[in-house]
């Protein structure tokens, strides 16, 4: 059972990213999707969450706007499209898999994901 992150890099400010959360040994159909990030010297917080179907998404206030989350189940990933990017968007990335007793029940409290990715590194230079 392993999620691949994957995408990340180093983009000017304004420019755009596509990451994505590969999975395997598992369905992604089976749950729904969180993406994090974690600055350094800041705390994890939740950035982007989809549900088991696709028909909701919910952003964290300040990418709303500028990130779309989608997913692809035929290639069991699910992407994170991130545009318009700012400095303060520079932090590694980390998606995570809900457990699926906890099904599209929308939230970022890690201890509901039972599995991580090993996380992409986006840097946004000014």
């Known amino acids: 059972v392993q999620l691949q992150a994957s995408g990340g890099g180093l983009v000017q400010a304004g420019g755009s990213l596509r990451l994505s959360c590969a999975a395997s040994?598992?369905?992604?159909?089976?749950?729904?999707i969180g993406w994090f990030r974690q600055a350094p010297g800041k705390e994890r917080e939740g950035v982007s969450y989809?549900?088991?179907?696709?028909?909701?998404?919910y952003y964290a206030d300040s990418v709303k706007g500028r990130f779309t989350i989608s997913r692809d189940s035929a290639k069991n990933t699910v992407y994170l499209q991130m545009n318009s990017l700012k400095p303060e968007d520079t932090a590694v990335y980390y998606c995570?898999?809900?457990?699926?007793?906890?099904?599209?029940?929308?939230?970022?409290?890690?201890?509901?994901?039972?599995?991580w990715g090993q996380g992409t590194e986006v840097t946004v230079s000014s």
């Open positions: 040994g598992f369905s992604t159909e089976d749950h729904s």
């Open positions: 995570a898999a809900q457990a699926p007793t906890y099904r599209d029940f929308i939230t970022f409290n890690p201890v509901y994901y039972i599995y």
């Open positions: 989809i549900t088991i179907s696709g028909e909701s998404t």
